[in-house]
């Protein structure tokens, strides 16, 4: 399984992004898909996931700013970035996840290369 990210680039403080991740390689739904970020000198931490079934969870950092989607074609899903703020600017990974609950607490997860997002103030 292959994940394609995209949609990074520099934005002024207030400006709007919208990532996309595109996963290919597996004939099955992925059973949530994510968006984590890395910001310089940090750790890497969860910003949205959705589940298959379209439930949505944030990080408390982006509620009411961002909102994750997904796409109409399968194992697709966007990240819709509003109000962007410098402390936004971070490295941006999609993730797949095809675990499956025979293989429990075996997981299956794919990670994409990133897209890298830069708030200027």
């Known amino acids: 399984v292959q994940l394609q990210a995209s949609g990074g680039g520099l934005v002024q403080t207030g400006g709007s992004l919208r990532l996309s991740c595109a996963a290919s390689?597996?004939?099955?739904?992925?059973?949530?898909m994510g968006w984590y970020r890395r910001a310089p000198g940090k750790q890497r931490e969860l910003v949205a996931t959705?589940?298959?079934?379209?439930?949505?969870n944030y990080a408390d950092s982006v509620k009411g700013r961002f909102t994750i989607t997904s796409g109409d074609a399968k194992n697709t899903v966007y990240l819709q970035m509003n109000s962007l703020k410098p402390d936004d600017t971070a490295v941006y990974y999609c993730?797949?996840?095809?675990?499956?609950?025979?293989?429990?607490?075996?997981?299956?997860?794919?990670w994409g290369q990133g897209t890298e997002v830069t708030v200027s103030s």
């Open positions: 959705i589940t298959s079934g379209g439930n949505a």
């Open positions: 390689g597996s004939v099955r739904s992925a059973k949530a």
């Open positions: 993730n797949a996840d095809y675990s499956l609950p025979a293989d429990w607490p075996r997981a299956t997860i794919y």
